[in-house]
């Protein structure tokens, strides 16, 4: 068990927290903001997840509807601070548990979440979504514990998911260092920025400073030799580059010069340089860009966009010169939860113009929606492509956005199906009535009748039907799912028993009784093709796709708990269309790691 340090420290480290923090963190009010845009739900004996918001740089305050019972509250009674935890735009893997956790002393509705400071690299921002474990709480007239759920984030800023963004930092752009700031006092330091705070100490621990690299107007290429720590700090990493160096190439050092600052003309970084500032850390991928001081182009064929295709099967590459494919193992695409993927072994690209190369990409028309980057490897022996005007330039390394939502906010959205509207109606042609979520992106299947905790549901509860006081009714006795469609917002619906119809259903709960401290995780009731087509699923490995994975996972396709109020006919809700067409069987389903292990699945 976890000990308090709340009642000594809490103060103190609020107080110098508030100094380092952004003013617009305040501005977000206490309103209740369910994922996905989900209306309110209020129970009349539960305490109903409202809010969560950053009250600092790490402290975290999340608010129920009811007085809340410190003594028959479990994140306190029995210190499982973590039944309360921040969810990154994964739903799955970078997640975050707090430290401690206290009954807010000045307003009994509201639990109060202290995190580690993370060495000063943590960034509360970059989180989307507040979960909240069965039985994390309970109300203090009563004493009834919670079911799941899950809330927005009202205070986070990230942009993870959007086109040129995953859960990964991401490089957003190399800068030169002046010698007068460089703690090496000379021009070879360059500032590398990613979108996100950076576990700097991993970085320092690991030495990765060698995976930080230029190149000149020649393709010659220089690798970092020491961290500035000094100067390197949240979302900034200062590089030292050796003043000479031998070994020509991407893997050689024949670029370094005593002035790098002048000479590069892309920056860029290896794959995991650096990590996210969360639980579960997940590495940069590969990426290579210009220096703004620059043009950014070199004799060598440079990457200058990528385009998904509209099937979303394949993407196209384009060139800065005529080039001709090498090696497609060498192409990749970084998806929104940091898993980057490869063609498969047999790949041929095509020729799609004089200074173009599409690449067709394992399985991922069904997942395409998270492709968010596409990029080109060179190790020097293996590579991409090359100029066909002179075979011996062969691409340099790089990275260009691909995806849409530029410049969107993901505050309240995560990679798995978020339900964002749920109705009852009576079913077509009469016999009895029918239940509809509508989900956010396209559903490819569900897990229904398993994960039970035994001696409480053990009938399984992926979905349960609540009456107006919060108790649990029972749940549907047919999920019907569309045929897997394109992306985009989709529909399911659900047979509502007549024994529960009667019982007036006010709310429909997803996962509820969901809480990592049983030793069991049934988070993914629904999940998308990045978990039934994706890399680690059976169907993307017998298509013959490698990817690398570090921190991120498959299961970053499930759902999250939710609470969804359902109203009846009169408000049902407009444009969700409820299709008729059921899969052929249920689904089997998968044997879930627990929540809190770490998967890892190299390239192969």
């Known amino acids: 068990m976890k000990s308090s340090r709340l009642s000594s420290a809490w103060l103190t480290r609020a107080a110098v927290a508030l100094v380092a923090l952004a003013v617009p963190l305040f501005a977000v009010g206490s309103a209740q903001a369910a994922i996905a845009g989900a209306g309110s ?19 975290v305050q999340v608010c129920f509807d009811k007085a809340l019972s410190s003594q028959n509250s479990d994140i306190v009674a029995n210190n499982h601070y973590d039944d309360i935890f921040l969810v990154g735009y994964n739903s799955y893997s970078n997640y975050l548990d707090p430290d401690g956790a206290r009954i807010d002393p000045n307003n009994g509705d509201c639990v109060d979440l202290a995190f580690s400071s993370q060495s000063g690299q943590l960034d509360l921002g970059q989180y989307s979504v507040v979960s909240v ?36 930092p991401d490089l957003t752009g190399p800068a030169p260092v002046p010698a007068s700031v460089a703690d090496t006092g000379a021009n070879n330091e360059i500032e590398y920025v990613f979108d996100q705070s950076v576990d700097a100490t991993r970085a320092i621990s690991s030495s990765t400073y060698s995976k930080f690299w230029y190149e000149d107007i020649n393709g010659n290429y220089c690798h970092g030799n020491a961290f500035d720590t000094t100067n390197s700090g949240g979302t900034a990493v200062y590089i030292e580059f050796p003043t000479s160096g031998t070994g020509s190439g991407p893997t050689g050092n024949a670029g370094c010069t005593p002035t790098a600052t002048v000479d590069a003309r892309r920056a860029g970084v290896g794959q995991d340089a650096v990590y996210s500032v969360s639980d579960d850390e997940i590495g940069n991928p590969t990426q290579g860009m210009a220096m703004p001081n620059n043009p950014g182009t070199t004799n060598l064929p440079d990457l200058t966009s990528a385009t998904l295709s509209s099937n979303g099967q394949s993407v196209t590459f384009n060139f800065d010169t005529t080039v001709s494919y090498e090696d497609a193992s060498d192409f990749f695409v970084a998806l929104s939860n ?16 004089p200074d173009s190369i599409t690449v067709t990409f394992p399985n991922l028309q069904q997942f395409d929606e998270y492709a968010v980057m596409a990029g080109v490897e060179n190790d020097g022996s293996s590579y991409a492509a090359y100029d066909t005007t002179n075979n011996a330039e062969t691409n340099s390394i790089g990275a260009v956005d691909i995806g849409d939502n530029a410049k969107a906010f993901a505050r309240g959205f995560t990679t798995g199906p978020d339900a964002y509207a749920a109705s009852i109606t009576a079913a077509p042609g009469g016999g009895g009535e029918v239940a509809s979520i509508a989900f956010d992106q396209r559903v490819s299947g569900y897990n229904y009748g398993a994960d039970t905790q035994p001696g409480v549901n053990t009938q399984g509860e992926v979905v349960e039907f609540l009456n107006a006081a919060g108790s649990e009714l029972g749940q549907p006795t047919s999920i019907t799912i569309p045929a897997y469609p394109n992306p985009g917002p989709e529909a399911i619906s659900m047979a509502i028993p007549s024994g529960i119809a009667v019982q007036k259903p006010a709310y429909i709960a997803i996962s509820p009784q969901s809480n990592p401290n049983y030793g069991y995780n ?19 490995s017998s298509a013959g796709g490698s990817y ?29 269309k409820v299709h ?25």
């Open 548 to 576: 690398y994975q570090d921190g991120s996972s498959e299961y970053d396709g499930c759902s999250v708990p939710q609470i969804i109020a359902a109203p009846g006919a009169a408000a049902h809700v407009h444009g969700v």
């Open 133 to 168: 474990g069965y039985n994390a709480v309970a109300a203090s007239t009563g004493g009834q514990p919670n079911l799941a759920d899950s809330t927005t984030l009202l205070t986070s800023t990230t942009n993870n998911g959007t086109t040129g963004h995953s859960s990964a």
């Open 522 to 540: 049934d988070t993914c009731a629904f999940e998308t093709g990045l978990y039934d087509f994706g890399p680690g699923s059976s169907s993307y």
């Open 580 to 604: 008729a067409r059921a899969h052929s069987h249920k689904r089997a389903h998968k044997a879930h790691k627990a929540h809190r292990a770490r998967r890892t699945h190299k390239r192969a």
């Open 338 to 353: 940091g898993t980057v993927i490869y063609p498969s072994s047999g790949e041929t690209p095509i020729g799609s113009g």
């Open 41 to 59: 739900v209020s129970t009349t004996n539960l305490p109903d997840l409202v809010s969560a918001k950053a009250l600092d740089a790490t402290d």
